[in-house]
Every structure is written in structure tokens, then in C-alpha cells.
């Protein structure tokens, strides 16, 4: 009933419209002025915001709002060491590690997720490659540690260069498969690439996520007999090189100390976006990872015990009835009499999942968790083929607050639209005040374009989660051409927010066709980079009070 709906968000909820897309919103205004009997409701709408938001933008520079500062961290080939690392292509989910207890002294981990060839091999868009062009691009993906500093007189991070703990993960690191049974007839991978975003554990390591792998080794589909056939990569990888895309596609665990890394297949396989953790009361770690793909699904995984995920029971979300379906095959007559084993309901978790009845769902990207709350916060990227161009931001509660409860309620934060002046929204980060930073990631292809017109660029919001500007989205900064900004992460104090850079440039047709020149200028090839935000408007949106993370990291122990 609307007269118990007690806060202007459980009435825009009740209503199913978002806080962001009222904010700006006529028609919406006057519904809800039209509707609430709450004498606060109009100086609710007329809340300032917290700063000066950016318009949109399609300038190829990183734009900022006032009183916000940007400086560049790391760029796609610098070297690492002399011994020939450098930092991969595409950065994308950024997690940090404090190796002091200030947390200006630490271990910085970033995924590359993929590459453009022209940039990394030379190779023409759309020519057949080499097999040393590949052998390049195999070492521009995958992931970077490096150990970085903030100077105490200047405030500003640096690389420490040669230091031991920087090193490469790439498509040619061999790493072990931690799964009940053999894959393909190995425990052994070689390569990880494709890690979009991740997620930290309590005990100090990172879970980069493997999304679109099968653009590197192809794509394997099985019939009803469960014959099994390769559909081509993207990259044309599996020309050169005999590796099973079932070696892909997993949560890969990684030390940040020592580089060491595994694969769960616990978590599942599919194009995970993400892979974030909540702890349970009794210790054990819940995960929850969404695969990005039009139509598929959201899953949470349930670890056996604390301190591990290497076992546990893996779940799917039918979000329309609020439950958590098993997929294990013992629970499941229908998976039983599909997949030989639960080793091949793990690798074909895209097919097992809709089979008992998991909802198909509009690309579900990144996923934090309110620290304060509880609530799980799933970006919902686009379903274009079903007419959802602009995505939302879905909230989901579990039961009683209880990571381990099978059921949950579910409903839009924010949607969104030409209203709320956002797009296809990707990445989420929390700050140490409890709000919500978000990136969007409207496609290279569609920017600038069509209904995608009125956003321009890509964008980080900056969205307040408490107060009279709660779910609104205020633009920070604005994206150079054809990129995207990922992985936001704030340093230990909340004062530094790392963001990455992603693809500027990654639709030019050729090298003298340069889309973009970021950052560079003139005439020089795009880099994707990171960067670190700070700033006096930055300073007064995380000042107070920090509040309590879901998790405390360790500090780190140096080797
Ligand atoms: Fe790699 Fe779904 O973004
Ligand atoms: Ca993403
Ligand atoms: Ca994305």
C-alpha cells in the first residue's frame, strides 16, 4: 500500500521507477508530488546535488568535474622490471592490497582483459594473423601486479620499478585447475585472459573473472548427444595453439605476494563478469558472479568452508520467484540426465542453468554489496535484441540478511535512460562514506549513436545511497573516445580512487584512422592506462565518519 511506503525510495520502488530517473523526470515529478501526501517531498526534489555534475561529452580527453584531479598511474606497454614485463592492454577491475598499515604502501592487481591487434601486433583489422603476432598479443592479456607508493610529500602513487612483487600473469601462464576431475584430460591451463572485473577475498587475494573467452580459443557447443564441435574465435588463437576453451571461462584465484594462481571450477563456467564476497556468519564466504551475455544469468556460490572456495554448491537466481536453485546434480533429476557429472554441469553452467529454471536476465555485469545493508547491487547492462537499451541498477536483499538464505526479494535502484542521464552501466565501487560510484559501458559501436546519442561518452556517476539525493546519478567524469572506465577502487583512506581507462581508440580502422589519442595527443596510438582521482570535492564526499567494510583486508606481509 502507498501510505505505508514510509521513504521516498520505497514509493519510487512501490511505483517501479528508479530514484535517478524521478530526479529528472517531469512526468515522474509530478507523479510522485501528485501522489505523496509527505509535506518534506518538494525539498526532497530540489536537493542540490553534491557538486557540479559534468555534462556529457564526446571529446577524446578523461573529463572531470570541478574540483576533481587526474593523474596517470600506469599506460599500457610501460615496462614493469628489466626484465621485460610491461603493463598489459585493456585494463579493467583494479584491486589493491596494503602492504603497510596507512595503506600508501601496496601491491596494485589489474586485469587486461583483451586487446586491439593493430595497437599490439600491427596486425590489420580483420587480416588473418601469425603465429608470432599472436605469441605478442598472448602477452598483452591476462593480469599485472605491481607494487606502487604514494609520496608522502607530493600525495602522488608511483610504480616501484624492478620491484619483486611486479610481475605478468598472461595467455601463456600455466596454471593449475582445481576441480574434482581432469578437464579435457588435464588440471593444467595455460593462459588466462579475457578477466574483466573480480573481487578481493578476506584472506588477501583477488578472483579475476574470465568473461569473453571465447573470442581467444573459440567457442565449444554440444549437441544433443553431447558431440562436441569448436565454433572459431574472434582472435583465431586455436590456429596455432590446441587448447580447450573448457579451460576457460572460470574465477581465477591469485596471490598478490607471490603471482601464484588457480582456477576454481567450484564457481562455475561462463562469461563471468565478476566475482564479489560476502562472509557468513558461521565464516563461510558466499560468491556472487553474474554472466554477461544477453539472456543469461545471475549466480551465487556457497563455500563448503571458511577460509577456501575451492568446494561448495553453486546456485542460479530466479528472480522472478525470489529463490536460489541448486545446480547440483544430486538435487536435480533434469541435470542428472543431461550432464555426466557435476564437473560437466560446472563447465556448461549456461546450459545447466536455465534447464531448473534460472532467470534469463539482461547481461548481468558487476555486483558490490552495501556494507551497511547488505543489499547486492547488480548492474544490468542492456538486453538490446528485447528493446532494454539503458539497463539498470537491480537491488537485491537476501532473506533475513542472511548471505546463506535461498530466497530473496529484488527491485530497480536506479534505471537507466535519457531521465537519468545514464547508459548501460557496468562497474560499481563503494566509498568509505557508503555511496555508490558507477561506470557505464555503452558499446564502441553504439556511442554517439542513435538512442545512444544524448550520453555521449562513457561516464563515471558518482550516486548518493542515504540522504535527499539518494539514487540520483551526478557525472564525475567523462571518457576519451571508444573507451570505457573500469574497475574504481579507492585507496585505503578514500581519498584516491584508481579507475582504469579502457580501449580508447578500439574502433579506428586503421593506424592512420586513429579515433582517439588519449593520452598521449598529436598523432599517437591510444593507450589504455590507469589513473588515480583525487581532489577537494572528492575529499568532501568521503570526509566523516568511515564506514565499516563488509570485510577487513589484512595487511599484507612482504616476501
Ligand atoms: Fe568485460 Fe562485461 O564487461
Ligand atoms: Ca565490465
Ligand atoms: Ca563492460
Given at each position: 500500500?502507498?501510505?505505508?511506503?514510509?521513504?521516498?525510495?520505497?514509493f519510487?520502488?512501490?511505483m517501479g521507477?528508479?530514484a535517478a530517473?524521478?530526479g529528472?523526470?517531469?512526468?515522474?515529478?509530478?507523479?510522485?508530488?501528485?501522489?505523496?501526501?509527505?509535506?518534506?517531498?518538494?525539498?526532497?526534489?530540489?536537493a542540490?546535488?553534491?557538486?557540479?555534475?559534468?555534462?556529457?561529452s564526446?571529446a577524446?580527453?578523461?573529463?572531470?568535474?570541478n574540483?576533481?584531479n587526474a593523474?596517470?598511474?600506469?599506460?599500457?606497454?610501460?615496462?614493469?622490471?628489466?626484465?621485460?614485463?610491461?603493463?598489459?592492454?585493456?585494463?579493467?577491475?583494479?584491486?589493491?592490497?596494503?602492504?603497510?598499515?596507512?595503506?600508501?604502501?601496496?601491491?596494485?592487481?589489474s586485469?587486461?582483459?583483451?586487446?586491439v591487434?593493430?595497437?599490439?601486433?600491427g596486425r590489420?583489422?580483420?587480416?588473418?594473423?601469425?603465429r608470432?603476432?599472436?605469441?605478442?598479443?598472448?602477452?598483452?592479456?591476462?593480469?599485472?601486479?605491481v607494487?606502487?607508493?604514494?609520496?608522502?610529500?607530493?600525495?602522488?602513487?608511483?610504480?616501484v620499478?624492478?620491484?619483486?612483487h611486479?610481475?605478468?600473469?598472461?595467455?601463456?601462464?600455466k596454471i593449475?585447475?582445481?576441480?574434482?576431475?581432469?578437464?579435457m584430460g588435464?588440471?593444467?591451463?595455460?593462459?588466462?585472459?579475457?578477466?574483466?572485473?573480480?573481487?578481493?577475498?578476506?584472506?588477501?587475494?583477488?578472483?579475476?573473472a574470465e568473461e569473453?573467452t571465447d573470442?581467444?580459443y573459440?567457442?565449444?557447443?554440444?549437441?544433443e548427444?553431447?558431440?562436441?564441435?569448436?565454433?572459431e574465435?574472434?582472435?583465431?588463437?586455436?590456429?596455432?595453439?590446441?587448447?580447450?576453451?573448457?579451460h576457460?571461462?572460470?574465477i581465477?584465484?591469485?596471490?598478490p605476494?607471490?603471482?601464484?594462481?588457480?582456477k576454481?571450477?567450484?564457481i562455475?563456467?561462463?562469461?563471468h563478469e565478476?566475482?564479489?564476497?560476502?562472509?557468513?556468519k558461521d565464516?563461510?564466504?558466499?560468491?556472487?558472479?553474474?554472466?554477461?551475455?544477453?539472456?543469461?544469468?545471475?549466480y551465487?556460490?556457497?563455500?563448503?568452508?571458511?577460509?577456501?572456495?575451492?568446494?561448495?554448491?553453486?546456485?542460479?537466481?530466479?528472480v522472478?520467484?525470489g529463490k536460489?536453485?541448486?545446480?547440483?546434480i544430486?538435487?536435480?533429476?533434469?541435470?542428472?540426465?543431461?550432464?555426466?557429472d557435476?564437473?560437466?554441469v560446472?563447465?556448461?553452467?549456461?546450459?545447466?542453468?536455465?534447464?531448473?529454471?534460472?532467470?534469463?536476465?539482461?547481461?548481468?555485469?558487476?555486483?558490490?554489496?552495501?556494507?551497511?545493508?547488505?543489499?547486492?547491487?547488480?548492474?544490468l547492462?542492456n538486453?538490446?535484441?528485447?528493446?532494454?537499451?539503458?539497463g539498470?541498477?537491480?537491488?537485491?536483499?537476501?532473506?533475513?540478511?542472511?548471505?546463506?538464505?535461498?530466497?530473496?526479494?529484488?527491485?530497480?535502484?536506479?534505471?537507466?535512460?535519457?531521465?537519468s542521464?545514464?547508459?548501460?552501466?557496468?562497474?560499481?565501487?563503494?566509498?568509505?562514506?557508503?555511496?555508490?560510484?558507477?561506470?557505464?559501458?555503452?558499446?564502441?559501436?553504439?556511442?554517439?549513436?542513435?538512442?545512444?546519442?544524448?550520453?555521449?561518452?562513457?561516464?563515471?556517476?558518482?550516486?548518493?545511497?542515504?540522504?535527499?539525493?539518494?539514487g540520483k546519478?551526478?557525472?564525475?567524469a567523462?571518457?576519451?573516445?571508444?573507451?570505457?572506465?573500469?574497475?574504481?577502487?579507492?585507496?585505503?583512506?578514500?581519498?584516491?580512487?584508481?579507475?582504469?581507462?579502457?580501449?580508447?581508440?578500439?574502433?579506428?580502422?586503421?593506424?592512420?584512422?586513429l579515433?582517439?589519442h588519449?593520452?598521449?595527443?598529436?598523432?599517437s596510438?591510444p593507450r589504455s592506462?590507469?589513473?588515480?582521482?583525487?581532489?577537494p570535492?572528492?575529499?568532501?564526499?568521503?570526509?566523516?565518519?568511515?564506514i565499516?567494510?563488509?570485510?577487513?583486508?589484512?595487511?599484507?606481509?612482504?616476501?
Amino acid at each position: 500500500m502507498i501510505h505505508d511506503l514510509k521513504t521516498r525510495r520505497e514509493f519510487l520502488e512501490f511505483m517501479g521507477l528508479s530514484a535517478a530517473a524521478v530526479g529528472l523526470s517531469g512526468t515522474a515529478a509530478s507523479l510522485l508530488s501528485s501522489c505523496a501526501s509527505n509535506p518534506t517531498a518538494p525539498a526532497v526534489l530540489a536537493a542540490p546535488p553534491p557538486f557540479e555534475p559534468l555534462a556529457a561529452s564526446s571529446a577524446d580527453t578523461l573529463g572531470l568535474a570541478n574540483g576533481f584531479n587526474a593523474k596517470i598511474l600506469l599506460r599500457w606497454d610501460d615496462a614493469l622490471n628489466n626484465k621485460g614485463d610491461f603493463w598489459g592492454a585493456n585494463n579493467d577491475y583494479l584491486a589493491f592490497f596494503r602492504l603497510n598499515e596507512e595503506g600508501t604502501d601496496g601491491i596494485l592487481w589489474s586485469n587486461h582483459e583483451s586487446y586491439v591487434p593493430m595497437f599490439v601486433s600491427g596486425r590489420k583489422r580483420g587480416s588473418v594473423a601469425t603465429r608470432s603476432q599472436i605469441l605478442k598479443e598472448q602477452l598483452s592479456v591476462g593480469g599485472s601486479l605491481v607494487r606502487i607508493k604514494k609520496d608522502p610529500a607530493t600525495g602522488e602513487w608511483a610504480l616501484v620499478k624492478n620491484d619483486p612483487h611486479n610481475r605478468r600473469l598472461t595467455g601463456q601462464t600455466k596454471i593449475p585447475i582445481i576441480s574434482e576431475r581432469p578437464i579435457m584430460g588435464s588440471k593444467v591451463a595455460v593462459g588466462t585472459f579475457g578477466n574483466c572485473a573480480g573481487g578481493i577475498t578476506p584472506w588477501g587475494t583477488v578472483l579475476t573473472a574470465e568473461e569473453n573467452t571465447d573470442d581467444f580459443y573459440g567457442t565449444a557447443v554440444y549437441d544433443e548427444k553431447g558431440k562436441r564441435t569448436i565454433e572459431e574465435s574472434v582472435f583465431g588463437w586455436e590456429k596455432f595453439f590446441n587448447y580447450p576453451p573448457e579451460h576457460y571461462g572460470w574465477i581465477v584465484e591469485v596471490n598478490p605476494l607471490t603471482g601464484a594462481a588457480k582456477k576454481l571450477t567450484s564457481i562455475g563456467r561462463y562469461a563471468h563478469e565478476c566475482a564479489t564476497i560476502r562472509v557468513a556468519k558461521d565464516g563461510r564466504c558466499v560468491v556472487y558472479s553474474g554472466d554477461d551475455g544477453n539472456d543469461r544469468c545471475l549466480y551465487k556460490f556457497i563455500a563448503d568452508k571458511p577460509g577456501s572456495l575451492e568446494t561448495g554448491k553453486l546456485y542460479a537466481a530466479d528472480v522472478a520467484n525470489g529463490k536460489w536453485i541448486s545446480l547440483s546434480i544430486k538435487d536435480q533429476p533434469k541435470l542428472k540426465a543431461a550432464f555426466k557429472d557435476q564437473t560437466e554441469v560446472l563447465i556448461r553452467c549456461r546450459e545447466a542453468a536455465p534447464m531448473v529454471g534460472a532467470s534469463a536476465l539482461a547481461r548481468p555485469e558487476d555486483i558490490e554489496i552495501d556494507p551497511q545493508t547488505g543489499s547486492v547491487y547488480i548492474t544490468l547492462t542492456n538486453n538490446q535484441p528485447k528493446g532494454n537499451m539503458f539497463g539498470e541498477i537491480l537491488k537485491l536483499e537476501e532473506k533475513n540478511n542472511d548471505p546463506l538464505s535461498l530466497e530473496f526479494t529484488s527491485s530497480t535502484f536506479a534505471a537507466g535512460g535519457p531521465d537519468s542521464q545514464f547508459a548501460c552501466p557496468d562497474n560499481l565501487a563503494f566509498d568509505r562514506r557508503g555511496n555508490l560510484w558507477m561506470t557505464t559501458d555503452v558499446s564502441g559501436k553504439d556511442m554517439n549513436r542513435g538512442q545512444y546519442l544524448p550520453f555521449k561518452n562513457n561516464s563515471l556517476f558518482y550516486i548518493p545511497l542515504h540522504g535527499p539525493n539518494a539514487g540520483k546519478a551526478f557525472r564525475v567524469a567523462t571518457a576519451p573516445n571508444d573507451a570505457e572506465l573500469t574497475g574504481p577502487v579507492f585507496s585505503h583512506d578514500g581519498r584516491n580512487l584508481f579507475l582504469a581507462v579502457q580501449h580508447p581508440g578500439e574502433t579506428s580502422k586503421a593506424l592512420d584512422q586513429l579515433t582517439s589519442h588519449w593520452p598521449d595527443g598529436g598523432q599517437s596510438v591510444p593507450r589504455s592506462s590507469v589513473v588515480v582521482i583525487s581532489g577537494p570535492t572528492l575529499d568532501k564526499l568521503v570526509e566523516g565518519e568511515a564506514i565499516k567494510p563488509l570485510f577487513e583486508m589484512p595487511v599484507l606481509k612482504r616476501s
